[in-house]
């Protein structure tokens, strides 16, 4: 039954040796799993806090995002928001149901704000910021290297923070190669490509991936700190599960009919048919997925393409509000 609230925003800074990125995922994971978690992480699950979360499969230029609200928070969790590279994971769910990870990401900004007897603290939040913001790749790809290999390679890579000389003897730590993330899902025929001549890469990571993604008629987002990867024209294949939304499961309303502009396929110049639904917050739908909605006069399997988690845990939202496109398999 869904009818209490819980949730739990978890707060840290990686150790000192782990600000590069080759090694945050594994940070996160350890914070999610709820074991061995450092000194500079505190988990915050009673206080009143308010959060908009958004996420779309356009994450890879505008990167998926969160605001996160809390009131009265002690000083130490404050000097914590305020280091470098600070990082947040967000569950949220029900008490005895569905609970789970709806953002993880890197603090962009905070703020801390009086109002009346309460200081309300304000962040702001990105996944996937810090590697997109410092990851240099400077790396030749020997002859035959699949197009998969070499962006796996980017998504992971290594991690910086080696002492070298400059061309003036400057010592310098070198920028990791790689966004750091992990790896959610990769389909798409682009993938099976090979560089028959090599492949060498001198640019920003992400603009590497861009590149190859165009080239090979892919494309990529960023979702919780792993990278999906489907192609860039035409349906991925159906999963064979996937979540059913309804009534009986969540649904708020009736769904909304939108009309997605751009072309389902290659050449095919007409709109795409979708639909706008809200439903209790639900963690397990995210961007690229495949869904099953059904509601009066809705019986459709679609592809989601925006999802945005609203919440107030002391009253208010709490619930999911998600954009889709019907999927035709032939």
Not at 110 to 118: D, E, I, P, R
Request: hydrophobic share 35%; with cysteine.
């Amino acid at each position: 039954m869904k009818l209490v609230r819980k949730y739990r925003l978890t707060i840290g800074t990686p150790p000192k040796t782990t600000t590069q990125l080759g090694t945050r995922v594994a940070y996160y994971q350890k914070v999610v799993g709820r074991t061995n978690i450092p000194s500079q992480a505190v988990a915050i699950e009673d206080l009143e806090v308010s959060f908009r979360v958004e996420k779309s499969d356009n994450s890879s230029k505008v990167l998926n995002s969160a605001e996160i609200t809390i009131k009265n928070l002690s000083e130490s969790t404050k000097a914590l928001i305020e280091k470098d590279d600070s990082v947040v994971i967000l569950e949220a769910g029900w008490q005895d149901d569905s609970f789970g990870l709806i953002f993880q990401g890197d603090i962009t900004s905070y703020k801390h704000n009086k109002s009346g007897n309460n200081y309300d603290t304000i962040i702001e939040c990105a996944d996937g910021y810090v590697g997109i913001r410092e990851a240099i790749t400077h790396k030749v790809y020997p002859e035959n290297t699949s197009v998969q290999a070499v962006l796996m390679d980017l998504i992971k890579g290594e991690a910086g923070g080696t002492e070298y000389l400059s061309a003036q003897g400057v010592g310098r730590e070198r920028p990791p190669i790689g966004l750091g993330l992990d790896i959610g899902e990769m389909s798409g025929l682009g993938l099976f490509d090979t560089f028959s001549n090599g492949y060498s890469v001198a640019k920003p990571t992400k603009q590497a991936i861009d590149d190859i993604c165009w080239a090979h008629r892919l494309k990529w987002s960023i979702q919780d700190g792993k990278v999906y990867i489907t192609d860039l024209n035409g349906d991925t294949q159906v999963k064979y599960t996937m979540p059913l939304i309804s009534e009986a499961t969540g649904l708020i309303e009736s769904p909304e009919e939108i009309n997605e502009g751009k072309a389902k396929r290659k050449g095919d110049k007409t709109p795409s048919k979708g639909w706008r639904f809200r439903c209790t917050l639900n963690h397990e739908i995210i961007p690229e997925m495949f869904i099953k909605l059904v509601a009066q006069d809705v019986n459709v399997v679609a592809k989601v393409k925006k999802v945005t988690h609203s919440g107030s845990y002391m009253g208010g939202d709490w619930d999911t509000e998600v954009e889709c496109i019907v999927q035709d398999f032939e």
